[in-house]
């Protein structure tokens, strides 16, 4: 057998559970040395499920663990300060996205990926799906003449080009290109307006 990634991971919430851990624990290539959350015990209730080594209560003993790299599955609001230490410190870093609050971090966050020479991935998944990857292909090198992008999640979206629309945002760049200019429109006045989801 080849070499074990020794993998960290920063966060065991819902998308950790549907998307990340089931994938990793199935891995032969990949053990999870350690896991830090906001609550300990959901890191130690995920134990349970998978085979986490270590529950670990910060970032200072995540590192500790000499990890090779880590998926930051955190909220957003914390995402820079938590890839940018990891980067600093030597691991590779895959993060979920969106990949910060402002632009500054993410500029930040590319520095520090740039200046350490290590990896930093944000998860923009739909690039890889086997139907994209197939219309990729069929175009090859060349750009579509029109591409309409859509995702609905009803009652469920913050800020739509934050969250989950940003993945249409990406298909777009990846079967287009860099764009050369943007025109955006909404049905609402207000620049600040949130749908919140009801129970």
Known sequence: MGKKYRVGLIGVGSIAHIAHLPILAARNDVEMVGAFAKHIESVEKTQKSYAIQ????????LLSLDLDCAFVLSPKTVHAEQVIRLLEAGV??????????????AYDMADA?????KKLMIAFNRRYAPVYRKAKEVYGQLSPDVLIAQKNRPASEY?????????????????????????A????????YETLATA
């Open 54 to 61: 270590h529950a670990v209560h910060n970032l200072d003993e």
């Open 92 to 105: 590779d870093v895959f993060c979920e996205k969106p990949m910060g609050m402002t632009l500054k971090e």
């Open 113 to 117: 990926s740039a200046r350490t020479g």
């Open 159 to 183: 800020r739509a080009t934050l969250e989950n629309a940003i993945h249409m945002v990406d298909i777009l760049r990846y079967f287009c290109g860099e764009c050369v200019k943007v025109e």
């Open 185 to 192: 429109c909404s049905k609402f006045t207000d620049p600040l």
